[in-house]
């Protein structure tokens, strides 16, 4: 069992930054990996970034470049920092995190936040 925590959503204007975290909670020894889905009125969710238990990282290609995902290992949390953003980011964001227990695979998710860039 894993309990994800987000926070950091809001309204920013084009260009500007933000950062969104996520602190997991319960079997966090069993999690792989964690990352951020989004999901925007009218698309279907789409992975944002994702990190593995070991450090390495993957991005979609409309968010490489200007997103950076991290994690904080001593506080169970991982980051989001969204800089130069533009309003096609704009969605409602959800973190993950996948876990094996007894040879099954969990994803927990997060309650979702929303994220808005506009003028």
């Known amino acids: 069992q894993v309990q994800l925590v987000e926070s950091g959503g809001g309204l920013v204007q084009p260009g500007g930054s933000l950062r969104l975290s996520c602190a997991a909670s319960?079997?966090?020894?069993?999690?792989?990996?964690m990352g951020w889905y989004r999901q925007a009125p009218g698309k279907e969710r789409e992975l944002v970034a994702s990190?593995?238990?070991?450090?390495?990282?993957n991005y979609a290609d409309s968010v490489k470049g200007r997103f950076t995902i991290s994690r904080d290992n001593a506080k169970n949390t991982v980051s989001l920092q969204m800089n130069s953003m533009k309003p096609e980011d704009t969605a409602v964001y959800y973190c993950?995190?996948?876990?094996?227990?007894?040879?099954?695979?969990?994803?927990?998710w997060g309650q979702g936040t929303q994220v808005t860039v506009s003028i």
């Open positions: 993950y995190a996948d876990r094996i227990e007894r040879f099954s695979e969990y994803r927990s």
């Open positions: 319960g079997s966090i020894f069993s999690i792989n990996a």
């Open positions: 990190i593995t238990n070991s450090g390495f990282t």
